[in-house]
């Protein structure tokens, strides 16, 4: 639990489990540079049902690289930014499963820095498999202020049970605003993806990819029994 004064926090080659009551990595903001490369993360109830496996709190959140890490059983979320903005974001290689809201949530993307979330593998997790929260991106595919989401697998292979909320692989929309949030998603491109298995047995809707907002580019993914 890194409470505060995070910047240049690097945490590399390590198991984090079954942390009753918390988080598996919790580092507060606002924040500037955090490497975090092959955690092994899993196992964190929470009687509020709030615990997730990596999450970053609270304010500006900048140049943030998580790599190659296995986050899964952890009983809200995966991978998380949660709350305020972020800038320089790069998740890739990692393999997020079994969490029981989302797999990676990112909340306030935007500029100057270039933000990626590329060649991750999310099976199984909740509501959501790659949810993109008030983006604020430049629309473009490279440069400052890109929001790329790109490569990724997103699955579901077993039924989502009780669920009675609508469902998605891939999400980029508005959620929860709040100060320095946009009121309108603006500009991701999600390219390349496959997303598969968001079916929802309820009277709700199961979503391969949701894009809300504006300037958004989707293209090149395949969707299938959604």
Known sequence: YAALSNNGLTVLNVTLKDNLGGSGFYANGPVNG???????????????GAARGIVIWNGLKENISITNCDVYNNNCCGIELQD?????????NNNVHDNGDNGIGIVGMQGPGENLVKLNTLTNNGRFGIEVKNPNGSGATSGPGRIVVENNTVSRTLPIGAELRDLAGIAAFRRGVLVGNVDVPT???IRNNIVSGYTQPSTSDGFGIVAEGMNHAVTGNTVTGC
């Open 34 to 48: 955090v490497t975090l490369d092959n955690l092994d993360i899993s196992g964190h109830p929470n009687t509020s």
């Open 187 to 189: 500009g991701v491109v």
């Open 84 to 92: 305020g903005t972020a800038s320089g974001v790069t998740l890739m």
